[in-house]
Structures are given as C-alpha cells and as structure tokens.
T-cell receptor
Framework: KAGVTQTPRYLIKTRGQQVTLSCSPI?????VSWYQQTPGQGLQFLFE???????NKGNFPGRFSGRQFSNSRSEMNVSTLELGDSALYLC?????????????FGEGSWLTVV | AQRVTQPEKLLSVFKGAPVELKCNYS??????LFWYVQYSRQRLQLLLR??SRESIKGFTADLNKGETSFHLKKPFAQEEDSAMYYC?????????????FGEGTQLTVNP
C-alpha cells in the first residue's frame, strides 16, 4: 500500500506570493489533516478534512486554507506569504478502526519564503 | 483544551542503558495517546499507541490516567534509537484526527 504522498517536496517562494501544496492520502483513508512544523513552534495543527468537509481547524490566520476532493486528495493554500511561513508542512491521513485512530504522515513539503 | 508536555528537550544515554522519555498530558475527556518518532531526514512515524498496548522496537508506554502521563521506556537503548520523539494526543470521538503534539525530545544514544 502506498503511503501518504506530498508534492512538491521543496519549494522557494517570495513574500507576497501564494503557494498550493498537494497531498494524496493512503488508499481508503477519508480523513486528511495538515500540520506546520517549525523549530520554534514545533508541530501545530492547521486543519482536517473528512469527506470533502473541514472537520477541525487550528489557530492559523485565514491566509491558510485547504480543501479536499471527492477522491480524498487534499490541497492546502497559503496566500500572501510571509517570511514566518517558512516551514515543513506535513499531511497526515487516517482511518478509524476498532482500536481507534491510526494516523500516518507524509514526508512533507519544505517551504522557504524569501 | 488539550495539552501535551515533554519536559526534556534533549536526552542523552549510553548504549545498553535504560531510557525513559517523559510525557504528561492535559485533557478533560478520554484521550488517545501516541508516540511518534522522526529519524534524521525521514518522515514522522507512528511508534506506538496506548490503545494497542504493543511493544515496538523494544519500546513500551503505559497510560497512567491518575498521573496523566504516557512515558516511553526501553530497557536497553541502541544507537539506532537516536531520533526525535514526539508524544501526541487525540481526543476520542470528538476531535476527529486532530493531534496535539508535545515539543519533542531529541534522544541521543552514545556508543
């Protein structure tokens, strides 16, 4: 079974630009969530989508948005990029089984804002 | 509100020594607790979950609801255990798949 796949793996953007990151979950997983990882703030939850609907949202400004498609693939978008948005963005997909949630992560997309 | 605390940012032990990575949590409901490991330049990997009560790579963790702790233990550390370890919490049933992570503990196992 293929794991969680994220594209692109690395990208450099300029302040003020916008960026779209893509995530393909594990086959059969309907929940996709996004996290931001930085040295200073650690791993912080951005949002979660389930069956094309946003189910949870973290404490990030409205510049951060996402969506999920009918095939469970997800994208996140950051508009008007700031230097502080430089981070590793992680996507996770999950399934709920008899023994609770099992959440798997992708390798991440490294975003550098200059 | 849910919160996870890992009091040690850095932990260094010698090969063959026991290791314990501490994790304390705060959550008003019934939590699911996880340990994730991140080796250098690799993805975050699920190490174990309290629900499954497994032992993975020699690591175990027991949920202590009285002390609200979920410490990770291994009796004999190996050099390949050197990595960043994150404790994480998810609220059962109510918060979907939202994980709250601790700050992480960088474990170094010296030869």
């Amino acid at each position: 079974k293929a794991g969680v796949t994220q594209t692109p793996r690395y990208l450099i953007k300029t302040r003020g630009q916008q960026v779209t990151l893509s995530c393909s979950p594990i086959s059969g997983h309907r929940s996709v969530s996004w996290y931001q990882q930085t040295p200073g703030q650690g791993l912080q939850f951005l949002f979660e989508y389930f069956s094309e609907t946003q189910r949870n949202k973290g404490n990030f400004p409205g510049r951060f948005s996402g969506r999920q498609f009918s095939n469970s693939r997800s994208e996140m978008n950051v508009s008007t990029l700031e230097l502080g948005d430089s981070a590793l963005y992680l996507c996770a997909s999950s399934s709920v089984g008899p023994s609770g949630n099992t959440i798997y992560f992708g390798e991440g997309s490294w975003l550098t804002v200059v | 509100a849910q919160r996870v605390t890992q009091p040690e940012k850095l932990l260094s032990v010698f090969k063959g020594a026991p290791v314990e990575l501490k994790c304390n949590y705060s959550y008003s409901g019934s939590p699911e607790l996880f340990w994730y490991v991140q080796y250098s330049r690799q993805r975050l990997q699920l190490l174990l979950r309290h629900i499954s009560r497994e032992s993975i790579k020699g690591f175990t963790a027991d949920l202590n609801k009285g002390e609200t702790s979920f410490h990770l233990k291994k009796p004999f550390a190996q050099e390949e255990d050197s990595a960043m370890y994150y404790c994480a919490l998810s609220g059962r049933g109510t918060s979907g798949s939202r994980l709250t992570f601790g700050e992480g503990t960088q474990l170094t196992v010296n030869p």
